[in-house]
């Protein structure tokens, strides 16, 4: 009785040695982040966020009260929401644009995609200052920025002339193009090589946010009063169904660079 007891308690050392040096072998390997940004700044921080625990999992999913989903996200989160609020505004603004033709109303659009930029640095900083990351982080980052920064501005681009039938097939490759590089990077971000600091060492292709830089050029287009007849650049092919604006070209290179492979952009 007394062997086979002891027996079972070797046994159980045995495991219990097993498990401990499997937990220490998990604990050596370094976390990551599960929050990333698909942002120029977010990920700029040297430090890495902590991983949700099993609260914050069992929080979405297990949580039957009332507006459980509002009291489970995390500041940063309502941050980022209002990164899409902007874009969605910028929206709203160009059709009021078209409506009117006022152009207050396109450079209230060009400023609230501005406004989203900002929210979109701030959110991530936010998240690093309350030592906190969120499980919806990343979705609700790239959901937002194809709102604010792949739609908003090609809406903002046709409000303002661009609006031959090739030249919506080329804004809509352009958000197309944002789309798929927002979603490239949901599932390759934790692959791209590492520097010392478990930083990622660059951008596989532009991202998205870079849009901004056309919304900047349209938005001096608008401060001129160069818009619809008067776009610079003229029309390719005037009169048949291939029209389009020489400047159309511009965002159809911009997404072929955000959907490269090749191109590896240096983060700050």
């Known amino acids: 009785m007394t062997g086979r007891s002891t027996g079972v308690k070797k046994n159980e050392s045995a495991i219990a040695s097993d498990f401990e040096s499997d937990a220490e072998t998990v604990d050596t390997q370094p976390s990551r982040p ?34 459980s989903l509002v009291r489970n996200l995390h500041m940063a989160d ?22 009117t033709g006022k152009a207050h109303y396109v450079q209230r659009a060009h400023f609230f995609i501005s406004l989203g930029l900002f929210f979109d640095f701030f959110d991530g900083r936010v998240a690093r200052m309350r030592n906190k990351s969120s499980l919806m982080g990343q979705e609700l980052d790239s959901l937002a920025d194809l709102i604010s920064f792949g ?11 661009f609006q031959s039938t090739v030249d919506v097939l080329i804004l809509s490759f352009w958000v197309l ?3 798929t590089r927002l979603a490239r990077f949901n599932i390759s971000s934790n692959k791209i090589p590492k520097d010392k600091l478990g930083k ?8 998205i946010p870079t849009n901004v830089f056309w919304v900047l050029t349209m938005a001096i287009l608008v401060y001129t009063d160069r818009v619809l007849d008067d776009l610079p650049g003229g ?34």
């Open 235 to 268: 029309v390719l092919l005037e009169g048949s169904f291939l029209e389009f604006h020489v400047l159309s070209i511009i965002p159809a290179l911009q997404g072929c660079a955000e959907i490269s492979k090749s191109l590896h952009v240096p983060k700050p």
């Open 177 to 179: 193009c944002g789309l």
């Open 34 to 67: 599960l929050r990333r940004s698909s942002s120029l700044f977010s990920l700029s921080s040297k430090e890495e966020l902590p991983k949700p625990d099993e609260k914050d999992y069992a929080a979405f999913i297990d949580d039957s009260r009332h507006f």
């Open 151 to 161: 739609v908003s501005p090609a809406t903002v681009a046709f409000a303002i002339g």
């Open 78 to 99: 309502f941050i980022t929401l209002l990164n899409g609020f902007s874009g969605f505004y910028s929206i709203i603004s160009c059709l009021r644009f078209t409506l």
């Open 200 to 207: 990622s060492k660059y951008f596989e292709g532009l991202p």
